[in-house]
Structures are given as structure tokens and as C-alpha cells.
């Protein structure tokens, strides 16, 4: 009787069991899985946040989602940086459901998205600091072969000798390291013993966004971006295949002084310009294609002057499955170019170069880029980046250089939704092995090793906080003598902690103040420290002593967007306050019979200012209208001018008068772009206006007639630019003319820019 009880029992208990364990299996294959996609490109959408009852996650690598929960309805809410949230109702049953979301490109300007604020997405309108953004139209409307151009047009934003310069961080300083750092696609692209940049390996033909950070971002970037970046985001492929080309030729009319001009007047003898690019973009099952190409042949208004350059390059990507990318970008960059350092004379000769001061070279470049993504059960993203970057430039004076860097950086993020945290970390290497005739052919080497943390915490729906931190190790290796220097070990080093912190603040629907604190650090290039050479009778001289440069930059500002029948856009101001300690100023110097540039530090500077963007579009009718515009006031000063012996006997004005004012900025600078598209017909165009250079270095004017040229010439400079286009079925024609009131004008002492000129361009859609 017992035995029959128990196997009764254990035949309901074995009942109850599988009763309970098919509910579980039910319940757990219950849910909603789904795809998130970007409705222009078709492109997976990684880390756009889901949310369905009181579950939130976030896409991964392949934009996929998936929740296991009980049947019922429920409301599915999807958003994602840049693009319009959706929520959609949702009946979940007894199985796996697939929900699949298309969300669309907002059109509000304000949620443009960036990443170069904080490593990941995040709009215009929630950042801390100051970001502008330049979409490819304007590369292609504008015929933009050299990046530069279109940098020029960014309120805040000047391209002096090829160094970018934001809101007077930076002056004219030739060969020194720049301030201001260069990315392309989130990888730094300076040429690292020299500190500058290279705007020729920036593949035009291919971009899909420019983002122009102001202020200084030390914590993630590092000592190169002390007063501010500019991110070159490359396209991508898509999922339909995409093949572009153009072909361009351009002329250089006729100067405003026909005293300066050296060429003929007929249009076969006039300065000119060809160029052709093609970029071919294709998805290939889980493979992602990018392949593009560049050819240029400059024959310059300058004498002599000339490049005829190639760059080819290819972006790989391969999705290994749902969680892991891997990929693998490569440029190359090689041709042979010729310019000269200074005019020959202010008059007769300003297209000509002084004597000994031209040199040539021919210059192959490349670099190979490796990466990795990962996300992991919990939704981190981990990302692992890498480059290998060689350069060999065989330069005519003694001047040839090549030099080898590495650079690696582990990144990690984590969304914490349930607190509304963001933590951004990572580390990096970037060595770099340099040797040139420059350097006395010996072999030097720069280390640099860091990690960083950034926070971004939303307390609410108003306010977001940033807090940021940095530890850098920067070091130069050399032998013992160089040249007559004796530097103890081979080894000069130091390390720094640099904080940063800001704060958004969402008014109203469409008003955001901000206010942010940065530290900035930007240590000597090698260049700077072991240069020693001769360009047409000046010398550069090299400066073992040379100190890094340390301060802060803080800003606060208020983006007002603006909504006024068809009008929609925004308006930003900007104040802004940085302070550099022991700056880095390349002077002009005499030592013994010699006279020539040598980096130095200069003392303490305080750089004040403000800047006004006014950015937006409409329509007339249905015709879109769009600008971009903004003015920029600086005050930038010594902090100690009346005691600094060094700054009072090197600086020169106009009047003759000496001013505390840094040398090589400009008081103003206002710029405006328009463009209207009417059914197929484009029209547009551009006004700079920059006032004069207060104050340069005064042996300088002495050459060349330069400080005679300023005396004469002390209103600064109003340029005038225009474009339109016509847009056929499967190609487009452009005509661009710039400079177009053949306006005379210098961005630097002793070199003219160009006259008048026209272009003609071609784009073909074929595919």
C-alpha cells in the first residue's frame, strides 16, 4: 500500500515537474528580437537604446536586440543619436517574436551626432564644449581637393601655412608642432616628430563627416589637442553598391598687380590645376568594401612651385558574427612637390621666392590601420585600435627625413542606463622613430604612453554632467650628443595628470547652456627640440631646453535653437577664457652672425574672446536654402608684457607702436556661407572677412620688404567666393570661383595667396 502511494506521488511529482519546466521553456522563448536600422544608408544601428517595460538594453555590433519576457502587450521605444525615436505596439505570444525598426535621420540640426566629444555618440546640442559638424556636400560643392579650403570656412577656425589654428590658440609657427589635433577616423594623423599635420592624406573623395572640437580635450586625446581637434570620419559601405567620381581643372587668373605677376596672360600659359578622384563602396555578404583613389597636378602661381601627387586607399571591415568586427584601413600618399619660404620682394618678386629659400622634394607616405570591436554579454564595447604610420620625405638643402610610428589604444565603454552613467577609459602607446638630416642624422625616438577615464552622467532629462582625467608619459630618446648638447642617459621625460569637467543644461525645448574647464598639455616635438638647418639664408635653430606647454581653457555657452516659419536652425554663443603657461612660440632670433626661427617658450599668455554661429536652413517654396556662418573676437595677451625683455624686443606693428598682443592673430574674423538648391540648379557662396595681423616678429620685416608690405597694407582682407551647379541624370557640372574680387592678401608675412581663380568640376554617379 505504501509503494503504491509513493509511485503515485512520484508520478505527479514527475507530472508537476515537466508542467513547470514547459512553462519555463515557454517563457523564456517569449519575447521580441529585432534589428535596428538607419532608413538612409540600411545601415545597422550599434548601441541605439531599446526599451520595452521596465527592460532597457542597447543594439550590438550587428544593430540586433532581443528581450525574453511574458506574453502581453507592450510599447517597444527605440532611439539613437542623430536619428527620430519610434515607439511601436507590440503583442508578444507564446513564441519569439522578430521586430524589425527603421528609424529616420532626424532633421533637427541640434541632434546632429558627434563622437569626438566624448568618444561616442552624443548631439551637438548635449555637448559640454563647442562642435561643429561639415557634411560631404559642401567637400563636393566647394570642389574641395584640399581639405584646408573647407576648413577655412568654419567660424573659429583659420588654416595658417598649413597649421590649424582655433580661436588664437595658435599663431604662424612653421615647423613647430601644432596645437590643434588632426584625426582621421578617430586615430591621431600628425606626423609625430614633426608635430603637424598632412592634409594630403585626408582622402577628400571619401568623407562622410568633419568634426571641429574648440576648446582644449587633453583627457582623451592627448598633448596634441590642447587647444582643440578636428576628426575626419571616413565613409562607409552601404548597403546598395556606390561608385563616385570627379574630375576637376582650375585656373589662376591674371594678379591685382600685374607688377607681381611672372606668367603669360593667354589661357594655356596661366597657372592651373587638374585633379580626379573615384571611390567605389560594396557589402559583400558580411564584408564591407571601401576603395577610393586621389590624382592631383598642381603647377602653382607661385614660381616654380608645383606637386603632382597619388593617394589610393581601402577601408575593410568584417563582421565575425553578432559581436565581434574586425577590419583594416590603408592610405598611401606619394608624388613630388617644390615651393619656396618667403617672397622674393614685396612688389615685383611676391610671386617669386628668395634666393636659396625653394627646395623640392619627393615624399612617400603610408599607413595601415587594424582594428577590433567587441561587445560583450553585458553590452560593453570594447575596441581595439592600431596604426602603423611611415613617412619618407627625400627633401633637396640637406632636409630629408623618414620616420617610423606605432600606435595602439584599448578602448572600453560602458552604458549604465539604469544610472544614466556613461564611462569611457583606455589605453594607449604611440612610439615613433625619426631619422633625418635634420637631426644630424642620428636616430631619435619619441614615447608616449597614457590612460584616461571619462564619466558623462545624466542626472536627469535636463542636466548632464562630464568629469574626465588623464595620466601622460612623454618622453624623447637620444644618444648622449647631440650635436653639442650633452643630455644626461639619452633621456628626457615627464608625466602629467590633466583633468577636465563640463556641464549641459537643457533650458527649454531647444535651449542648452554649457559650461566647461579643461586642462590643456602639449609636449616638444623632436623637431622642435633638434631641428638644425638653413632655408634660404635664415637657419632654424634647434633648442635642447625647450619645456612642454601647460594651461587651461574654459568656456561657457548657450545654443538657441531657432524656429521661425521656414527657418530652422541654430544660434551659439560662445565665451571663451584660456591661459598657457611656458608657450611655445617659433621666433625669430639672431645668435652670432646668424639670424633665424628658434622654438622657445615665450612666457605666460592669457587668450580671451568670444565667437557668434548662426547655423540653419529653409526653404523658398520647396527649395531648400542652407548656412553657415559665425563671427569670432579674440583678445590674446602677454601676462607679463611690460617685464618680458625677450617678447618687447622681437614683436612689430604696423604703426611702429608696441602692443601686448601675441603675434600672428587676427582681432576678427567673420565668415558666411549660403547655398540654395532650386530643382536641379545649385547656387552659392562664401565672405571672409579677417582683419590685419597686428603684430609679427620684427626681424622678419626686415626681409623682403615685409614690414614695408604691412605699413602699405593694414586693413586686412575681404574674400569673396561663389559656386553653382547643375545636376544632370547620372553626373553633375560645377563651376566654383574664388577669390573672385582678386583680392591681394597674406595669412602669413611673406607669402601671397592666390588671385582670382575658376574652376570647372564633373561628378559622375555610376552606379
Known amino acids: 500500500m505504501v509503494r503504491k502511494s509513493i509511485k503515485k506521488m512520484r508520478k505527479h511529482l514527475l507530472y508537476f515537474l515537466l508542467v513547470l519546466i514547459s512553462n519555463v521553456i515557454v517563457a523564456q522563448s517569449s519575447g521580441v528580437t529585432g534589428l535596428v536600422l538607419g532608413m538612409e544608408q540600411g545601415e545597422p544601428l550599434i548601441g541605439a537604446t531599446v526599451k520595452i517595460g521596465d527592460k532597457g538594453t542597447t543594439t550590438e555590433s550587428d544593430g540586433r536586440f532581443k528581450f525574453l519576457i511574458s506574453p502581453g502587450s507592450y510599447i517597444l521605444e527605440v532611439s539613437y543619436i542623430g ?30 551626432a558627434t563622437v569626438t566629444g566624448s568618444r561616442h555618440e552624443k548631439s551637438i546640442a548635449r555637448s559640454p564644449v563647442s562642435i561643429n559638424v561639415i557634411k560631404p556636400e559642401l567637400i563636393e560643392n566647394t570642389n574641395t581637393v584640399r581639405i584646408v579650403g573647407l576648413l577655412d570656412k568654419i567660424p573659429g577656425v583659420q588654416i595658417n601655412d598649413n597649421q590649424a589654428n582655433i580661436r588664437g590658440g595658435s599663431g604662424w609657427s612653421y615647423g613647430a608642432g601644432s596645437r590643434v589635433l588632426l584625426l582621421i577616423d578617430d586615430i591621431p594623423a600628425l606626423q609625430v616628430d614633426a608635430g603637424r599635420p598632412s592634409w594630403g592624406d585626408i582622402p577628400v573623395e571619401n568623407i562622410s563627416q568633419i568634426e571641429v572640437l574648440k576648446g582644449a580635450s587633453s583627457t582623451l586625446y592627448g598633448s596634441a589637442a590642447l587647444n582643440g581637434i578636428i ?17 576637376s581643372y582650375t585656373n589662376y587668373f591674371p594678379a591685382a598687380d600685374q607688377r607681381k605677376q611672372w606668367w603669360d596672360n593667354d589661357l594655356l600659359g596661366l597657372p592651373n590645376r587638374y585633379s580626379a578622384g573615384i571611390v567605389h563602396k560594396q557589402k559583400f555578404g558580411k564584408l564591407d568594401v ?46 613630388t612637390a617644390g615651393d619656396f619660404f618667403l617672397w622674393n620682394n614685396a612688389i615685383t618678386g611676391a610671386y617669386q621666392g628668395l634666393d636659396g629659400s625653394f627646395s623640392e622634394r619627393d615624399y612617400n607616405r603610408f599607413y595601415v590601420d587594424p582594428f577590433v570591436s567587441i561587445y560583450d554579454k553585458k553590452g560593453n564595447r570594447h575596441k581595439i585600435l592600431g596604426r602603423y604610420f611611415f613617412i619618407d620625405n627625400n627633401n633637396s638643402n640637406n632636409q630629408s627625413n623618414s620616420s617610423k610610428t606605432i600606435y595602439g589604444e584599448y578602448q572600453y565603454l560602458r552604458k549604465l542606463e539604469s544610472i544614466g552613467l556613461d564611462l569611457t577609459g583606455g589605453i594607449v602607446m604611440h612610439n615613433t622613430r625619426s631619422d633625418s638630416e635634420l637631426f644630424g642624422d642620428v636616430v631619435l625616438k619619441a614615447n608616449n604612453y597614457a590612460s584616461y577615464l571619462e564619466a558623462d552622467k545624466k542626472f536627469n532629462e535636463k542636466l548632464t554632467a562630464t568629469f574626465g582625467i588623464r595620466y601622460e608619459v612623454n618622453e624623447h630618446r637620444t644618444p648622449e650628443v647631440v650635436r653639442n648638447d650633452t643630455i644626461p642617459g639619452g633621456r628626457l621625460s615627464e608625466g ?16 542648452f547652456m554649457r559650461a566647461s574647464w579643461g586642462q590643456g598639455y602639449r609636449y616638444p616635438t623632436i623637431t622642435e627640440r633638434f631641428i638644425e638647418t638653413a632655408v634660404g639664408g635664415f637657419f632654424i635653430f634647434p633648442n635642447v631646453d625647450l619645456t612642454s606647454e601647460t594651461g587651461w581653457t574654459s568656456e561657457w555657452g548657450i545654443k538657441q535653437g531657432v524656429r521661425i516659419g521656414s527657418w530652422e536652425g541654430f544660434v551659439d554663443l560662445a565665451l571663451f577664457w584660456s591661459q598657457y603657461n611656458n608657450m611655445t612660440e617659433f621666433t625669430f632670433i639672431q645668435q652670432d652672425v646668424k639670424v633665424g626661427f628658434q622654438s622657445q617658450n615665450i612666457g605666460d599668455v592669457d587668450i580671451k574672446g568670444f565667437e557668434v554661429n548662426f547655423i540653419g536652413r529653409s526653404k523658398i517654396g520647396k527649395h531648400p536654402i542652407n548656412i553657415l556662418s559665425g563671427y569670432t573676437y579674440i583678445i590674446p595677451r602677454y601676462r607679463d608684457f611690460e617685464n618680458n625683455t625677450a617678447v618687447l624686443e622681437s614683436i612689430s606693428t604696423v604703426d611702429g607702436e608696441l602692443e601686448n598682443f601675441l603675434k600672428y592673430r587676427n582681432l576678427h574674423n567673420f565668415k558666411i556661407d549660403i547655398e540654395g538648391t532650386f530643382n536641379k540648379f545649385m547656387v552659392g557662396m562664401s565672405v571672409n572677412y579677417t582683419s590685419h595681423m597686428k603684430t609679427i616678429d620684427n626681424l622678419l620685416g626686415v626681409f623682403g620688404q615685409i614690414a614695408l608690405y604691412r605699413d602699405a597694407n593694414k586693413d586686412g582682407f575681404l574674400k569673396w567666393d561663389a559656386r553653382m551647379a547643375y545636376n544632370f541624370k547620372h553626373f553633375k557640372i560645377s563651376i566654383v570661383g574664388e577669390n573672385l574680387l582678386n583680392t591681394e592678401y597674406t595669412l602669413r608675412p611673406g607669402l601671397l595667396e592666390a588671385p582670382r581663380n575658376a574652376s570647372i568640376r564633373l561628378d559622375f554617379n555610376l552606379q
Open 290 to 335: 571601401v576603395a577610393n583613389g586621389f590624382y592631383e597636378n598642381l603647377k602653382s602661381y607661385n614660381k616654380d612651385a608645383f606637386e603632382k601627387k597619388t593617394r589610393l586607399s581601402a577601408n575593410l571591415k568584417y563582421r565575425v558574427n553578432d559581436k565581434i568586427n574586425i577590419g583594416l584601413n590603408t592610405m598611401t600618399n606619394f608624388g
Open 83 to 112: 536619428y527620430v525615436s519610434q515607439s511601436i505596439e507590440v503583442t508578444v505570444g507564446q513564441n519569439l517574436m522578430n521586430q524589425d525598426i527603421n528609424l529616420e535621420l532626424s532633421s533637427e540640426i541640434l541632434e546632429t
Open 496 to 511: 602629467k595628470f590633466i583633468l577636465r569637467t563640463g556641464l549641459n543644461y537643457k533650458i527649454a525645448k531647444g535651449t
Open 231 to 247: 576628426n575626419i570620419r571616413t565613409g562607409y559601405a552601404t548597403s546598395e553598391p556606390v561608385t563616385k567620381a570627379n574630375v
